[in-house]
């Protein structure tokens, strides 16, 4: 079973936290925090397996991590789970994001905080493995994106706006946008293994 | 550039919404959807965690009025919600809009519903009290058509679900088994496991669906159906042996290629599903040959088509190997699965190194010259750069440890554990070196041992977990059988601490001054040229040094008074005296005042702390017998009679009922073991040994260094060589550490791995009780006045508990079935042979025959058989335990030689055999009786014992014969007599409760009958019945008490169950509905 899934980025900002068991909310930012020191001073080309800090369930946990350009995927999983497994599982993940969100970046994972739920929501369910094909995630989201438009009517007009500009590729950029020290690069998709 | 434009539009469609000219009520709406890109912004830019702070509080104030104001709309809620979330992942407290998530779920459309489900998940867990309000809209959308709305909420029901609401849902969850989108049917079947994971008993009627969803024509359900079934043969693999060939059939299909190409991933066929069937298949196959032998084709097959071209293969062929060695060995399997963990060691990429050395470490128990194949890859390992391949290397070499290569190999880990900071690795390896060490089996000798154990108790102390120095004391007292070897290796311990603690401005963990001071305390007896005064200055030292915690004082102190009967002079003693009875630590005065009273009177002391005594009993007067003419004389003046605790607790509860934790507040001190008396301290007195110890030779200090110097040496030596420097170190190396893996010593190694682990436990476990006892009585320290009235507390409510009980006899019981029907309803098979059923030996025939002449039993049922054999076997439900009888038969013309009859130890049960279960000879057709009693160790859901017989034929080989047999836990429950009051009294005070409506056809007489089917199958007491209520009662043994209040509405019976252990309501809710519905 899966107990948790984290992602963060290179300074340790949360982006994605989802526990599958329930620890008190100050436990969980400290394991956050222990994660990230765990697997932040891990170079690129060791193992992607570690031993689960003491805070979840020590020994009998491993965290399983990826890095890509900015963000690190970690998923905690108990010895019922098997380890390549889960390191391609994150890949198809991280995979399917990036087809949902066309070329995912961080800034993705920020603003949709929602959306990747959601997302994660179709691939791990409850903890469990519920589906590891990418199409058929695709198609699950996208069949929710349909609602979303139908039942957005109105409103969903602005968004469609926007997609209407972007593709007309106007030269404008928006000025008042200033976002900070986020990194946008493209994330490194090569298989690690 | 062109890029990151193209992502800052994509982005941030939010923040165009704040452009937007739209009038009207849309206009406040588009500022809020932008908040978050806002928030997201503006906590980007900052550069310290202070002003983050302030920043998202502000950000929360401004979202509590939001959500609270009437004002706002579902969909301003919708983004005040994103928001909140955003702000719990940073780890700030957003509990007030938790309400409005459950709100959101409940009312708003479906994106709403939507974003309300994901914020319920994400902020509440599965006891939160806000959950019970979920609960209904769950159950609405649950029955809804829209497959979206049934999706959220299956997907809610398994993230988080209270337990006790499962019976809601729980039939519209079933139905959705059968429905037509295979992805409602897959999510059904995930949230019926997360059901199973959290209230096991309330889906055992469910398991026969579970098997059709194994069998369901879309993969992905099947494959979601694979979860359930790993976890249930991980508890109980012997009952879903059955299914092993659809299991195969399965694999063998999806190896083959047969599925969809939607299912492959990078072109290898449903790797996960691969990857589940043969984890399966692996717990499947275990120590079971016939079940093994059905696998091998495809197990070959898995092997041979896993081409290595994909991440995803490695991870196949990983579990391939684990299987094939998990399984019955089969040679050509293993073969080709020793191939492969040599791929994966010999790998260049670092994950399947890491998982070569996994599989080196799992397969090594079996096949220790694999080892010695990989020894040069091992280690390299050892000095990798990434710790946690070192640490794997270690749990490696800690496997192949024995008594030529333990030096070397501990000293690894040593020097792993200097390096590591962290705790979880330490820990383990803590562990690994105390078993190693354990001194008859592998350790070298006496100095090497105390010298490891002091290193590690410096490095690790603090951090180490309790029960090591616990340990490590219990080893040294206890010894092991050479009694001057025993003395030798305390003096070597004793003059290393002395050694250790004169040394200038050393420091050391606390753990490790509490040993030293133990081990000081009880051994420096044994000192020659040392006087106990010595020691006591040393201590003294200690005790004065402020760094160190008032526990280890303790210890020390406790040392120090053990250590003054035996010194000549006491002027140190008491300036200790002097100083610590002025201490301002209550606990340090305490121990001063007693050594103080104690110091007076020498020859008390003295049979007080005998010499080396910390490994017998000591036996207390602890009915204060002596202190009855004192109580005589005080009653005589009129003085109240003395109440007990729970008696004065009864009373006081009857005056003021529902307060019943009230009044434990103060010290009490009934139900403590007596130690102190008005006279002092109050043991048998036990005659005095002065068995002196002959002088013991000095030990070699410095024995580990020297066995390092001769490894050094010996590189030294090699180097001459021509090989280069490197390599040949690493050889030696290689030479310490696989030492005695060859050929000869692969058979010894394996016995010894086993014997470790046992004798470590044994010795962990068997004398637990006995060392309590001594610590307590002789360290007289470690108990606080906190703990104390704390452990009274416990003991009271244990006695008004056993009072109760013993208030009325508890043994007659129902008698429902009698002996004759037994014999009645016995297999055809005795009938045909016309033989005796109960023909047990002589000398146990009477208590046999009483025992199920007092006591309910089950049919006699028939659980294996061959042409020569049948057992059968059957419960008697006794007082105190579970018997199993087991009565052999043989069958006609055999005689069985030596039969003898095993029971495997199981996890929640205590097994003890009543009888001799050694028969020398079993004649034709004749039947032996074989009696185990069943205790219950920890309340489960599902147990089965299993054993096995095996007897000789006239002529042949011997047999061995299997079979199991399952438990339930009403195997476990008996009626529990009690009065009505006292079911008052123990409702009250039972937390775990659990509430069931059941609706029964009949309505008038249905009271009693229902009462009376529950007396009658589940042994429950029928205390009263008052109007349309009734009260029964029931225990779980050995002790646990649940109580059952069920009252008639028209033709509902509500139950309500009460107990303090809070699986129990639970199971007999789940038993009673069974039993009421099928009556």
């Not at chain 2, 019976?167 to 199973?196: G, N, T």
């Not at chain 2, 589940?276 to 495809?298: A, F, H, N, W």
């Not at chain 2, 160790?937 to 599902?942: A, G, N, Q």
Request: aromatic residues 8%; charged residues 20%.
């Amino acid at each position: 079973m899966i107990q948790a899934i984290l992602v963060f980025n290179n300074h340790g900002k949360p982006r994605l936290v989802r526990f599958y068991q329930r620890f008190p909310e100050e436990i969980q930012q400290q394991i956050v925090r222990e994660t990230f020191h765990l697997v932040l001073k891990r170079d690129d080309n060791i193992c992607n397996f570690l031993e689960g800090g003491s805070l979840i369930g020590g020994a009998d946990y491993k965290l399983i991590y990826r890095h890509y350009a900015t963000l690190y995927f970690v998923f905690c999983v108990d010895s019922s789970e098997s380890e390549l497994g889960i390191l391609d599982l994150i890949q198809v993940f991280v995979e399917t994001l990036d087809k949902c969100f066309e070329n995912v970046c961080e800034l993705d994972l920020i603003f949709h905080m929602d959306k990747v739920h959601y997302i994660l929501q179709e691939v791990v369910m409850g903890g469990m493995v519920l589906e590891t094909n990418m199409n058929e995630i695709v198609a699950q989201i996208e069949a929710q994106n349909r609602l979303e438009k139908s039942e957005g009517g109105l409103s969903a007009a602005p968004a469609r706006a926007v997609s209407a500009v972007k593709n007309m590729n106007l030269p404008e950029i928006p000025r008042n946008i200033n976002i900070g020290d986020i990194n946008i690069k493209v994330p490194n998709l090569s298989q690690f293994v | 550039m062109s890029d990151i434009v193209e992502k800052t539009l994509t982005a941030l469609p939010g923040l165009f919404l704040q452009n937007q000219p739209a009038g009207g009520p849309a206009a406040p709406k588009a500022s809020f959807s932008s908040r978050l890109g806002g928030l997201v912004r503006g906590i980007t830019a900052l550069t310290s965690k202070h002003e983050e702070e302030k920043l998202i509080q502000q950000e929360l104030n401004n979202l509590k009025a939001t959500v609270s104001a009437p004002t706002t709309t579902l969909k301003m809620m919708k983004e005040c919600m994103v928001r909140l979330i955003y702000c719990e992942m940073l780890g700030y407290d957003a509990s007030f809009g938790y309400i409005h998530a459950i709100k959101l779920a409940q009312q708003g459309n479906l994106l709403e519903k939507r974003v309300g489900y994901l914020a319920v998940s994400l902020f509440l867990h599965e006891n939160h009290e806000l959950l019970l309000l979920l609960v209904n809209t769950v159950v609405k959308d649950l029955q809804s058509t829209n497959l979206v709305e049934v999706c959220m909420a299956l997907t809610i029901v398994s993230q988080i679900f209270p337990r006790e609401m499962i019976p809601a849902v729980l039939p519209l969850i079933e139905d959705k088994l059968q429905h037509s989108k295979e992805i409602i049917r897959r999510k059904a079947v995930l949230a019926l496991y997360k059901f199973y994971l959290i209230a096991p008993n309330q889906v055992q009627h469910i398991h026969i669906k579970f098997r059709k969803a194994l069998c369901d024509r879309d993969v992905g359900v099947m494959a979601a159906s694979l979860h359930i079934y790993l976890r249930m043969i991980k508890e109980n693999s012997s009952a879903y042996k059955d299914l092993t060939g659809s299991f195969v059939t399965i694999l063998k299909q999806v190896v083959g290629g047969k599925l969809p190409v939607d299912f492959n991933y990078h072109s290898v066929p449903a790797p996960w599903l691969q990857i589940q069937l043969l984890r399966i298949l692996g717990l499947l196959g275990k120590d079971d040959q016939r079940t093994s032998e059905l696998m091998y084709d495809v197990l070959d097959e898995s092997l041979r088509r896993a081409e290595l071209n994909h991440n995803v293969t490695y991870a196949i062929l990983f579990e391939c190997v684990h299987t094939v060695y998990s399984i019955y060995p089969k040679s050509e399997l293993l073969e080709k699965a020793a191939k492969c963990i040599g791929k994966f060691v010999l790998s260049p990429k670092i994950n399947l190194k890491y998982l070569g050395l996994k599989a080196l470490t799992y397969v090594i128990q079996q096949d220790p010259t694999l080892a010695l194949q990989h020894q040069m890859t091992i280690i390299e390992c050892l000095d990798h750069p990434d710790p946690i391949i070192k640490r794997e290397t270690l749990e490696l070499l800690y496997r192949i440890t024995n008594a030529q290569n333990v030096t070397v190999i501990v000293q690894k880990m040593l020097e792993y554990l200097h390096q590591s900071k962290e705790e979880y690795i330490i820990v383990n390896l803590f562990e690994s070196i105390l078993v190693l060490n354990t001194v008859d089996t592998y350790a070298p000798d006496n100095a090497w041992f105390i010298q490891t154990m002091n290193a590690v108790f410096s490095v690790g102390g603090d951090v180490m977990h309790p029960d090591i120095p616990n340990n490590f004391l219990r080893l040294l007292a206890e010894g092991f059988d050479d009694e001057t070897e025993d003395q030798h290796l305390r003096l070597y311990a004793v003059q290393s601490y002395l050694t250790l603690l004169d040394m200038e401005n050393a420091f050391y963990p606390q753990r490790f001054l509490q040993v030293m001071s133990w081990v000081l305390g009880e051994y420096s007896y044994l000192l020659e040229k040392e006087k106990p005064e010595d020691v006591i200055t040393r201590l003294y030292k200690l005790l004065m040094n402020d760094s160190i915690s008032s526990e280890t004082k303790a210890w020390l102190f406790a040392a120090v008074i053990k250590l003054t009967p035996q010194a000549h002079s006491s002027n140190l003693v008491e300036r200790l005296i002097q100083e610590f009875t002025i201490s301002l630590d209550t606990c340090m005065r305490q121990h001063a005042f007693e050594l103080k009273y104690l110091h007076e009177n020498i020859e008390l002391m003295k049979s007080l702390f005998p010499v080396d005594k910390s490994c017998e009993e000591m036996v207390v007067d602890a009915s204060l017998s002596f202190l009855d003419g004192f109580v005589a004389e005080g009653l005589s003046q009129g003085a109240a009679p003395y109440k007990p605790h729970h008696q004065r607790q009864e009373e006081k509860l009857s005056q003021e009922k529902g307060d019943f934790f009230h009044e434990t507040s103060s010290l009490k001190l009934e139900g403590i073991k007596k130690l102190w008396g008005k006279e002092g301290y109050l043991p048998k007195k036990e005659s005095k040994i002065g068995d002196e110890v002959e002088a013991p030779p000095i030990p070699q200090e410095n024995l580990t260094i020297e066995n390092m110097d001769q490894v050094i040496t010996k590189r030294d030596q090699s180097q001459v060589l021509t090989q280069s420097k490197e390599e040949k170190e690493k050889q030696l190396l290689a030479s310490s550490l696989f030492v005695g893996l060859g050929s000869e010593g692969t058979i010894n190694l394996l016995g010894k791995a086993d014997t470790v682990s046992h004798k470590f436990r044994r010795k962990s476990k068997g004398k637990e009780a006995q060392r309590e006892e001594t610590t307590s009585a002789h360290s007289v320290t470690c108990s606080s006045l906190s703990s104390l009235s704390k452990v009274t507390c416990e003991n009271n409510y244990l006695n008004t508990f056993s009072q109760l009980l013993d208030s009325e006899s508890l043994t007659e019981l129902p008698l429902v079935e009698k002996l004759s029907d037994c014999s009645l309803s016995a297999p055809s098979l005795f009938a045909d042979n016309d033989m005796e059923i109960f023909h047990p030996p002589p000398s146990t025939a009477a208590s046999v025959a009483k025992g199920i002449s007092l006591y309910m039993h089950s049919n006699l049922m028939e659980v294996c058989n061959n042409e020569a054999v049948s057992i059968s076997s059957y419960k008697i439900w006794k007082d105190d335990c579970l018997l199993m009888v087991w009565s052999v038969a043989s069958k006609s013309g055999s005689e069985l030689k030596s039969a003898n009859l095993e029971i495997f130890p199981a996890e929640n049960f205590k097994i003890t055999e009543q009888l001799g279960c050694c028969l020398p000879v079993v004649e034709a057709e004749s039947t032996r009786n074989f009696q185990y009693s069943v205790h219950l160790e920890k309340p489960f859901t599902e147990g089965n014992l299993s054993g096995f017989i095996n007897y000789q034929l006239m002529d042949t080989h011997s047999v061995q014969l299997e079979f199991s047999i399952n438990l339930s836990l009403l195997d476990f429950i008996r009626p529990l007599k009690i009065s009505t009051e006292d079911f008052g009294k123990l409702w009250l005070s039972f937390a775990n409760d659990v509430k069931q409506n059941i609706k029964t056809s009949e309505s008038q007489a249905a009271l009693p009958s229902a009462l009376k089917t529950l007396q009658q199958k589940l042994r429950l007491h029928v205390i009263d019945i008052i109007g349309n209520e009734g009260l029964l009662a029931c225990q779980m043994l050995p002790s646990v008490p649940c109580l059952l209040h069920c009252r008639v509405h028209t033709n509902v019976i509500a139950l309500w169950f009460r107990s303090s252990c809070s699986s129990l309501p639970d199971y007999l809710s789940y038993q009673c509905q069974k039993v009421m519905e099928g009556s």
